[in-house]
């Protein structure tokens, strides 16, 4: 279970003033709190935003600025740490979660794709990271025998994050490989939407479908094994008959070898005619493949290199806002002090009874109420400000973010 919203926060905020339990003005004044916590968590995602973008900079195959340091091509001030740090802390914010080795070596090993192997020489990247967020179950089919239609169920992650940090120019030469689609030495980063679980590969820039050796056995192997004894048994020792024969002075057309080369040749046209279609039959996987990329891409593609920052910034701070203003609605309406364990359980259970189940990310929410000032945690129980000590707080907080004046 992910700590994910899955609620757009207008009606989290509709749903919590639905309750008929407000008091006559407080359902004004905590719709006030939420605007004034809506400005505040924007400015801090607008930060965050002017700092991203700044580390990324240097490494954004995109950039179209020039360097005034007096360096040549790139700025030399690369710091892929201090990005990744600020990537993570979005990343955190906004509940995605980090897709482990283990995890994507099994996605690779269980995939649902078009019966392709899929070559991906991880050894490219400087740093790979691919992050998820949301799950559903669709129904898919994925064959059909004559008017028989196969359906099976596709396990779908609702937002993907891809980072690719590429390594510098010098590893793709000493390798030899030229024509790259991408910029060695920068950073890629894609943002997509419903990818398959067991298809998280496909989604790799240098993911290219490839014949492994069994497929090549499979392919070649009833050449090799019905090729070569037609070949010996009959069309050689044929072919080297007749061509004695004609030496000779012999009437080809009438001899007894001319039938055994002839039946010969015919068979070995058959297995070509069957190597061919199956040759056909992987080229059309291949082709599927790519048309498969060409639609993700257009379809399922949400953000790319720069542009995917608003995307996962505007969805931190929903989730921000979210997880703030549930855990002070409850702890403001509690007839007492809750611990943490409480106030997690009544905020999972209010919305299991509205259809959605989630594990709700606690300990995260009152750490931001703490830092606003609005919550205190006392003898392992927490308490919020009253509604209007919690406005005036945060509306000093807003009023104090600038003091050129002072």
Request: no cysteine; charged share 30%.
């Amino acid at each position: 279970m992910e700590h994910f919203i899955p609620v757009d926060k207008a009606q989290v905020l509709a749903q919590l003033l639905a309750d008929p339990a407000w008091k006559k003005g407080e359902a004004a004044a905590f719709r006030e709190l939420f605007e004034l916590l809506e400005h505040f968590f924007h400015n801090e995602a607008y930060r965050l935003n002017r700092e991203l973008k700044n580390r990324y900079a240097p490494i954004d195959p995109d950039r179209d600025l020039r360097d005034l340091s007096g360096q040549a091509g790139r700025t030399a001030k690369v710091d892929p740490a201090g990005f990744r740090r600020s990537l993570d802390q979005v990343l955190k914010g906004g509940n995605y979660r980090v897709v482990g080795a283990a995890e994507l070596d099994a996605a690779f090993a269980a995939s649902d794709l078009v019966g392709l192997k899929l070559s991906i020489d991880l050894e490219d990247y400087d740093e790979l990271l691919i992050a998820v967020r949301g799950h559903r179950t669709v129904t898919e089919t994925v064959g059909r025998l004559f008017f028989l239609k196969k359906e099976i169920a596709v396990e779908l992650h609702e937002r993907v994050l891809l980072y690719a940090r590429w390594k510098p120019a010098d590893y793709f030469a000493a390798k030899k490989r030229r024509g790259l689609p991408f910029v060695p030495g920068t950073g890629n980063l894609k943002l997509f939407k419903d990818v398959p679980k067991n298809d998280l590969e496909t989604i790799l820039p240098n993911a290219v479908p490839r014949m492994n050796l069994l497929d090549k056995i499979l392919l070649f192997g009833p050449g090799i094994g019905g090729g070569i004894p037609i070949l010996t048994a009959k069309v050689v020792p044929a072919v080297l008959g007749l061509a004695l024969a004609w030496k000779s002075g012999e009437a080809l057309r009438g001899h007894k070898l001319y039938q055994g080369m002839m039946e010969g040749l015919l068979a070995l046209g058959v297995l070509f005619g069957y190597l061919f279609r199956q040759y056909n039959g992987y080229v059309a996987k291949k082709i599927k493949f790519a048309k498969m990329l060409t639609e993700s891409l257009y379809f399922k593609a949400l953000g790319n290199n720069a542009g995917v920052f608003h995307a996962l910034l505007d969805a931190a701070e929903d989730e921000e806002q979210k997880e703030t203003i549930l855990a002070y609605a409850f702890l403001l309406r509690a007839e007492r002090p809750l611990t943490m364990k409480e106030l997690d359980g009544r905020i999972e259970a209010w919305f299991a009874a509205r259809g959605v189940n989630l594990d709700f990310e606690v300990d995260d929410a009152l750490a931001k109420l703490a830092r606003l000032g609005l919550g205190k945690k006392r003898g392992g129980k927490w308490t919020v400000l009253p509604l209007e000590k919690a406005k005036r707080r945060v509306d000093w907080l807003w009023d104090n973010l600038f003091t050129f004046n002072r």
